[in-house]
């Protein structure tokens, strides 16, 4: 079966500091995958989809990047964060080799605290 | 890529039918309408997925009418657990996806 990991779970990081987060996928080959951002109390923010290795689109072009290095692998990228890239950061991926189109399957999240 | 405008929040108290709508009225010939649930500090999960008329599951119903501009979802017997966001997606075009984006979703509250 498919799975989907992502970590750290929880950070806390000052102004300034860089950011990595990273999410793989695992039971399944050549998956969409997504990267959302939560802001507490808000809907959610598309941040980049990639639909194949080294193919990245971007939804937000702030002080964030995202890189896909390998196939089921995605991972989102700071230099310096701000203030407001606190938040609930999600990884999801969809696939081809689904029963339904377009279904979303979530990591377990990210939270990060930028203070 | 079709908008979605669903309410903000509503109420139920426990043993009612919640019906949410969802308006998408620049839809896409291909675009499938996809219901997810989220809990705090969680990431959404699937409920219910159609591309016309009704779709019915064990834990949900999908209302689409012929103009597929609206969809409404029907949650029967609400219980406590059932409190959480709702979101409406449209989208999946293509059989590879690319870009789901989510609208504001509907924050449901469900009173004993």
């Known amino acids: 079966s498919q799975t989907i990991h992502q970590w750290p779970a929880t950070l806390v990081q000052p102004v300034g500091s860089p950011l990595s987060l990273e999410c793989t996928v695992e039971g399944t080959s050549n998956p969409n995958l997504y990267w959302y951002r939560q802001a507490a109390g808000r809907g959610l923010q598309l941040l980049f989809y990639?639909?194949?290795?080294?193919?990245i689109s971007s939804e937000v072009p702030q002080n964030l990047s995202a890189s896909r290095p390998q196939d089921r692998q995605f991972i989102l990228s700071s230099k310096k964060l701000l203030l407001s890239d606190s938040g609930f950061y999600l990884c999801?991926?969809?696939?081809?080799?689904?029963?339904?189109?377009?279904?979303?399957?979530f990591g377990e999240g990210s939270r990060l605290t930028v203070l | 890529l079709a908008k979605t405008t669903q309410p903000i929040s509503m109420d139920s108290y426990e043993g009612q039918e919640v019906n949410i709508t969802c308006s998408h009225n620049n839809i896409a010939t291909n675009d499938y309408i996809t219901w997810y649930q989220q809990f705090p500090s969680q990431g959404p999960r699937f409920i219910i997925q159609?591309?016309?008329t009704k779709v019915t599951n064990e834990v949900a119903s999908l209302f689409i009418p012929a103009d597929r501009k609206s969809s409404t979802l029907s949650l029967p017997r609400v219980s406590l657990s059932d409190t959480a966001v709702y979101y409406c997606?449209?989208?999946?075009?293509?059989?590879?996806?690319?870009?789901?984006?989510f609208g504001t979703g509907t924050r449901l509250q469900v009173f004993p």
């Open positions: 999801a991926w969809s696939g081809v080799d689904r029963g339904r189109t377009g279904e979303l399957f």
């Open positions: 997606l449209v989208g999946a075009g293509s059989y590879n996806t690319d870009k789901l984006i």
């Open positions: 159609g591309y016309k």
């Open positions: 990639s639909v194949g290795i080294g193919q």
